[in-house]
């Protein structure tokens, strides 16, 4: 597999999830498993440049390159420093996933509009569950990088 | 440069969002055996025999634990009100309830080794609701003092002169309110690593928990252990919101299958586990009744009845808090109150955010909105009228040195335009609540100690006994600690490790240590690495660096 930009063999079972190969085998732990059905978010990665849920996507299956939070560099500051000072996050265990989702957003474009791009905001992240902070400052950091006002 | 008042990024911040930040579950422990709990399939049974003969033979499973590998009769302590075993000894109350644990190589090996332990429960009547807990008579699943079948406590509280405010009152409103259970649902699922080093003998932990405090005291308490036997180790904690503020159900289980294993265990509950068996919100059926005249509150009545579920844990003192919550906000004449705390066969109540006062607040709330409307005022100005001032003394014999609770009222109800709305599915409210501290509910309990340790070249690592959930206590620490030192030390040559939580817990830790201040100090520094504090251990990069707002100057 593709990985973070290295190719590593690794040994699956036919039903393992491609979020335990990362974290068992290849020591990933960035992603995390939260509810283990695909429905909160905390495992997202990007395979072929899409976020996808990494608990329920089994790891045969996988015909793209990951790119886990561990394999997003410098592109990926300006959504660190703002989730930051934004208070996007308290204890941080949803983080990754809510960063990896919000990089993908970003990349795949968002209205010009400002009320527009605030709820496809609100509508891309909706599948990242995050039980502190209760989302403004989430979506206060997306935001500020959607404008510009934060650059790497 | 004042670091305190400026807005700092947490101290982790890098290494949350690069994934880097460690929890329980992620740290990379290949010589760790897989551990799993054997729960109960019955509400209420008695357990005849456990047979872990099959198990032990399963390949791969190496130690399977039971109630015989605890001392007899040993029970959580629980503030005084110690009802639970560790694992079940002779009987379950509830489905979930831990009966066995095994440890084996592989998590499939650990989960056939608990198939094959076979249990034999005799079922026994279980009771679910608080109706049906109440009416028997007997059968009930604790002897309890009250004095009554299924009822763990009976709190009456008559504060002031309720009869003088009820002979005054020209309106009263009236209902009753039910609170359901909840789970905190921390994004973290529950994990623990248990290390037990025979040649120290003494346990590691690492567990998501935010009061290291109480997970020595119990752990060590249920294994047979001095406190300075058990270890927690700093690690991140994904959510507490109560969940992780005392002892869970899963730390000595850990611990002990590691004793009897001679191996490391790592043990994490599956999401469904965690909603089916952990510690909950109590659920309250609260009747209340209200008197006031000419827009005062004048008394309160209430009936609290808090569904313990089937052990004790924080329920004493969660009802107990329930019921000063109803006696601190507003000044009513008085306030007659009573509350059971009633044992069903369910999973067990226990701390969570707010801590019982959510429950009797939600119904007071509720009910001064009706007994303004009652007299045609606006709720807001009706509470803001009602409110404890600055001064006063409080029914339950506070004495409030500030209160900013108009104050508070007004912001809010600037904040939402005054639209008070009330539609059949929606509207704009508000509500007021009081939360009393638990910095005053035991003895010395008010009392924190942390340790400074200046380095030759000028760094600073500051340590203390708690944990930080993700609300910020290492980094306002290393605001202190920074604020406090850095007329005598260069801001850029500055580390904190900041590990703790200034809760109750911490506190008292050093008091534990029955030394002078000075001593605690030292006992937190080299001792604590041993037995108190090395929950807490970190370096990290100087403060200036990580604060952007606020450069040295």
Not at chain 1, 104 to 126: C, H, K, T, W, Y
Not at chain 2, 74 to 79: D, F, G, L, P, T
Not at chain 2, 398 to 410: I, K, T, V
Request: net charge positive.
């Amino acid at each position: 597999m593709l990985i973070n930009g290295k190719v590593h063999e690794v040994e699956a079972k036919p039903g393992a999830m491609l979020l335990d190969v990362l974290r068992d085998q290849l020591r990933l732990t960035g992603a995390k498993p939260g509810c283990r059905r695909g429905e909160c978010g905390a495992c997202t990665v990007l395979v072929g440049g899409r976020p996808i849920l990494s608990c329920i996507q089994l790891a045969c299956l996988v015909d793209g390159p990951v790119v886990t939070i561990e394999g997003l560099g410098p592109e990926l500051d300006p959504l660190r420093e703002a989730f930051a000072d934004c208070g996007g996050f308290q204890c941080g265990y949803c983080t990754p996933g809510q960063l990896v989702q919000a990089f993908a957003l970003i990349q795949a474009g968002l209205p010009s509009d400002a009320g527009e791009a605030e709820q496809a905001v609100r509508r891309g992240m909706s599948g990242n569950v995050c039980r502190c902070t209760g989302y403004a400052g989430i979506v206060a950091a997306v935001m500020r990088v959607a404008r510009g006002e934060v650059t790497a | 440069m004042n670091v305190i008042g400026s807005r700092l990024r947490p101290l982790d911040w890098e290494a949350i969002t690069h994934g880097r930040f460690l929890y329980t579950a992620d740290l990379h422990r290949p010589d760790a055996l897989h551990g799993v709990i054997i729960r109960s399939p019955h509400p209420h049974a008695r357990v005849l025999q456990i047979d872990v003969g099959a198990a032990l033979s399963v390949p791969g499973v190496r130690a399977v634990l039971t109630t015989e590998d605890f001392s007899a009769g040993i029970r959580y302590i629980h503030e005084g009100a110690a009802d639970r075993p560790p694992l079940a000894d002779g009987v379950v109350r509830f489905v979930g309830q831990e009966v066995a644990a095994v440890a084996a190589e592989t998590e499939e090996a650990a989960r056939a080794g608990a198939q094959a332990v076979s249990v034999r429960y005799e079922r026994l009547p279980a009771v679910f609701d608080l109706d049906a807990a109440e009416r028997a008579r007997k059968g009930g699943l604790h002897p309890r003092k009250s004095g009554r079948t299924n009822v763990s406590a009976w709190l009456r509280r008559d504060w002031g002169d309720h009869r003088k405010g009820i002979a005054a009152c020209t309106h009263s409103v009236e209902g009753l309110f039910k609170y359901p259970a909840q789970c905190h649902v921390c994004m973290e699922v529950s994990a623990v690593i248990a290390e037990w080093r025979e040649d120290e003998a003494r346990l590691h932990l690492w567990t998501a928990t935010g009061a290291p405090y109480y997970v020595v005291k119990e752990v060590s308490h249920v294994m047979g252990l001095e406190r300075g036997q058990v270890v927690c180790h700093e690690i991140g904690v994904g959510g507490s919101f109560g969940a992780r503020t005392k002892v869970a159900d899963y730390e000595a289980i850990a611990g002990a299958l590691s004793r009897k294993a001679g191996r490391p265990v790592r043990l994490v509950l599956s999401r469904d586990e965690e909603f089916a068996t952990t510690k909950s919100r109590h659920a309250f059926e609260s009747t209340m009744r209200l008197h006031g005249g000419r827009g005062r509150l004048r008394a309160i009545e209430a009936d609290l009845r808090v569904d313990n579920g089937a052990y004790n844990h924080s329920g004493v003192s969660v009802t107990s808090a329930a019921l000063k919550g109803l006696g601190m906000l507003y000044e009513p004449d008085g306030a007659l109150l009573s509350a059971r705390l009633i044992d069903t066969a369910k999973r067990p109540g226990g701390q969570f955010r707010g801590y019982g006062t959510t429950q009797s607040s939600f119904a007071l709330e509720c009910l001064m909105d009706e007994l303004a409307g009652a007299s045609g005022e606006d709720p807001v100005a009706f509470r803001r009228a009602n409110a404890n001032p600055s001064g006063s003394t409080t029914l339950v014999g506070a004495h409030l040195g500030s209160s900013r609770l108009a104050e508070c009222l007004d912001a809010a109800a600037a904040g939402i335009g005054h639209r008070l709305i009330k539609f059949p599915d929606e509207g704009v409210g508000v509500a007021a609540a009081v939360h009393v501290s638990g910095s005053f509910a035991e003895p010395g309990a008010e009392r924190s100690d942390a340790a400074l340790d200046l380095h030759v070249d000028g760094s600073v690592t500051l340590r203390f006994g708690g944990a930080d959930a993700g609300t910020g206590q290492k980094t306002i620490l290393a605001q202190i600690g920074f604020c406090r030192w850095t007329a005598s030390a260069r801001p850029s040559t500055w580390a904190h490790g900041a590990l703790a939580a200034p809760t109750t817990p911490v506190m008292r830790r050093a008091r534990q240590a029955k030394q002078p201040r000075r001593g605690c100090v030292r006992r937190a520094w080299r001792g604590a690495s041993n037995r108190l504090a090395r929950s807490s251990h970190a370096h990290v990069q100087p403060l200036a660096d990580r604060s952007p707002s606020c450069p040295p100057t």
